[in-house]
């Protein structure tokens, strides 16, 4: 069992920043990616960045350019820089982990919403 918790979400003007962490605790010793989807209101869980434990990076071309992945391995932490923030932003932000058997684990979400 991996156990993820996530923080950091809230609510920012459009063009602001925010930095999303998650945690791992549990069976954490054969994660192999480990990455951030979205939920918008009405809409599919999506890929929004996913990073494997040699450092390989997938975006989704809407963030591109504007949200950073990071890793701490020896933390079992993964980390989302979400800068120039838009309105289509706003979401409920999950972690997700995956072990190489392919089982996938989710942290509960956290909200971030980009309004005025």
């Known amino acids: 069992q991996v156990h993820l918790v996530e923080s950091g979400g809230g609510l920012v003007q459009p063009g602001g920043s925010l930095r999303l962490s998650c945690a791992a605790s549990?069976?954490?010793?054969?994660?192999?990616?480990m990455g951030w989807y979205r939920q918008a209101p009405g809409k599919q869980r999506e890929l929004v960045v996913a990073i494997t434990g040699g450092g390989r990076t997938l975006y989704a071309d809407s963030v591109k350019g504007r949200f950073t992945i990071s890793r701490d391995i020896a933390k079992n932490s993964v980390y989302l820089q979400m800068n120039s923030l838009k309105p289509e932003d706003t979401a409920v932000y999950y972690c997700n982990v995956v072990l190489p058997s392919g089982r996938t684990y989710w942290g509960q979400g956290t909200q971030v919403t980009v309004s005025s």
């Open positions: 549990g069976s954490t010793l054969n994660i192999n990616t």
